[in-house]
């Protein structure tokens, strides 16, 4: 009897996928969820919930509105997060 291969799929990660570093800090200020993040070569790309797509329109037409302390803290650490990422 031939053996059966056995062929593992990778699970997509869950979560929106962001590669926009501005627009992650701006959504950790706003207290979105980071779920994770992926490396591909030099591209990091970071896992958020779901619910960031409540705070899109606000990013891309300027009525979001966020502490720049806090947005200027948030960028620093994700690029913290990046540097640190193997």
Known sequence: MPRKKIVEVAKKPEGTPITDLYYAA??????VK???TTRAGHRTTFLFDPAESKFRAGWYD???MVSGLVFANNVKNLKSL???TV
Do not use: K, T
């Open 26 to 31: 701006f959504l950790v200020a706003h207290g």
């Open 34 to 36: 980071m779920l994770g």
């Open 62 to 64: 300027g009525s979001g």
């Open 82 to 84: 990046i540097a640190n």
